[in-house]
């Protein structure tokens, strides 16, 4: 893991990146007991003129296959991890990406993006493994629940959680 994220810090210093944040699975074993995962989710803020209206992954492609790095479909591996650069989506993850928490891993330096975040874009995605992502995140107890309410009411994801605790947290009678 460690050659992985020293190689995406290092896309960032040398300019092909303008910023970037660890999520998904491998970003929550920052915070609790790993779940199983294929991939590293690598979401990126590219370099871009005001005018361009498209995103190119190309920049990343050609910066990793000069440095012997192999393409397989929407994955370049790197370290012998499989790693998907994914452009935000919408501002839940713009902000994701601009408060990420930096870290040294294994003496590299990466940044991740916080609990509150991951456990907010889990509830937005509303898949099963997010819904059991969250419920770990409860569980270890990592989430400051002010900071994450504050999030989910910015991103308008309040009843969303609202729901989600009566499914999920509600004592049962």
């Not at 492609?61 to 989506?89: D, H, N």
């Not at 993006?113 to 770990?136: P, V, Y």
């Not at 409860?138 to 900071?147: I, K, M, N």
Request: proline share 4%; with cysteine.
């Amino acid at each position: 893991m460690k050659e992985t994220l020293t190689i995406i810090d290092q896309m960032k210093r040398d300019g092909v990146i303008k910023g970037y944040a660890i999520g998904g699975a491998v970003g929550a074993t920052f915070y609790v007991e790993p779940m199983a995962t294929l991939d590293v989710d690598v979401f990126v803020l590219f370099r871009q003129s005001p005018d361009e209206t498209l995103i190119s992954l190309a920049p990343i492609y050609t910066y990793c296959m000069k440095k012997g790095f192999e393409a397989r479909g929407e994955y370049v591996l790197i370290g012998g991890w499989p790693v998907q650069f994914l452009p935000p989506s919408n501002a839940l993850i713009d902000e994701a990406i601009a408060e990420a928490v930096e870290t040294d891993v294994e003496g590299a330096t990466t940044r991740i993006m916080s609990a509150e975040h991951l456990a907010a874009i889990a509830l937005q995605l509303g898949r099963a493994k997010d819904h059991a992502r969250i419920l770990q995140f409860l569980e270890a107890g990592c989430l400051d629940d002010s900071q994450f309410q504050d999030i989910l009411t910015r991103h308008g994801l309040s009843n969303t959680w609202k729901r989600f605790s009566r499914r999920f947290l509600e004592e049962l009678p």
